[in-house]
């Protein structure tokens, strides 16, 4: 009998490349994956992997274990969703993934406040940039921001929320040394590894060619606090901030619509259609605050 977790380790080598990436990959040490990859080859009679100074390319023996591992993955998924669907008791593992200034500046009371209407639901909070993979189980339910419906993955049920804005923003300080001639530049605040944007320099605040990077939202959000200068926020973000002001002259581009979406016989427990039905109810109510009214008289 061939030993499911082996196989794990198998996809996760085949999949990274090395024995290091798989490691990561599955939170343990080195030495399990290579025990793992022995005891599979060791049951299969057979060297699954050519090891070259680059990491472990699959030979030909490996590339045929593969498709079928792949299918093994697929079942394994499979079952677990299907039995997962059929628990309908109102406690157990919710697993949830949503972007990190969503959670912090937004959802947080609300995640709380659920957790303590259902005492018996454990709850895990996934809050960071990556995306989670709904259909290996990494999370029960995602909230995403969808710029077109058209990229919503099929085999994924979703429920639309309010729609998203975002604004320009500034801190006031910055703003007023502006309009009393401070001869300081204005930078563009970023959190990826685009330029300037055309429009940020065209608008009635000029920002620099020069962009201060930042490693995430936060650091994000305290670099234009500190006046270092201009940057693009939600509207619900910046405009709940009393430092920061929105910079004169600049629209409102949308960002996205909210989505919240679960998959297959996930969204069948009782749990997630607890979790999903309550959220939904939230982020209506939040539609205006989401839609960049609130500082509007909206």
Not at 44 to 73: D, N, T
Not at 155 to 160: D, E, I
Not at 218 to 227: D, H, L, N, Y
Not at 233 to 253: E, H, I, K, M, Q
Request: contains cysteine; aromatic residues 6%.
């Amino acid at each position: 009998m061939i030993d499911w977790e082996d196989v794990r380790y198998f996809l996760a080598v085949a999949r990274g490349g090395s024995v290091r990436a798989a490691a990561e990959r599955l939170g343990v040490n080195h030495s399990t994956v290579l025990r793992r990859i022995a005891q599979l080859e060791q049951g299969l009679g057979a060297q699954m992997f050519e090891k070259l100074p680059s990491g472990y390319r699959l030979i030909s023996a490996g590339e045929e274990v593969l498709e079928f591992a792949e299918q093994m993955e697929a079942s394994s998924h499979l079952l677990e969703t299907r039995i997962f669907g059929r628990d309908q008791s109102a406690r157990g593992l919710l697993r949830v993934t949503l972007p990190p200034f969503l959670a912090t500046h937004l959802l947080m009371p609300d995640l709380a406040d659920f957790a303590r209407r259902h005492r018996d639901i454990e709850m895990e909070i996934l809050s960071s940039g990556e995306v989670a993979n709904l259909t290996n189980r990494q999370a029960d339910v995602a909230i995403r921001i969808v710029a077109d419906r058209k990229t919503l993955p099929l085999n994924l049920h979703g429920l639309k929320g309010p729609e998203l804005f975002s604004g320009v923003y500034i801190s006031r300080d910055r703003l007023a040394a502006w309009r009393a001639g401070a001869a300081d530049p204005i930078r563009w605040i970023v959190i990826d590894d685009r330029g300037v944007p055309d429009w940020a320099r065209e608008c009635e605040i000029h920002a620099t060619g020069v962009p201060f990077r930042a490693p995430d939202a936060e650091t994000q959000i305290a670099a234009v606090q500190q006046g270092v200068g201009m940057t693009k926020l939600p509207c619900f973000v910046g405009d709940a901030d009393p430092l920061l002001v929105r910079v004169p002259s600049t629209n409102l581009p949308m960002g996205g619509t909210l989505w919240i979406l679960t998959q297959g016989e996930t969204r069948k427990t009782k749990r997630v259609r607890l979790f999903t039905g309550f959220l939904s109810r939230r982020l209506a109510a939040y539609a205006p605050l989401l839609a960049g009214l609130s500082v509007l008289g909206g």
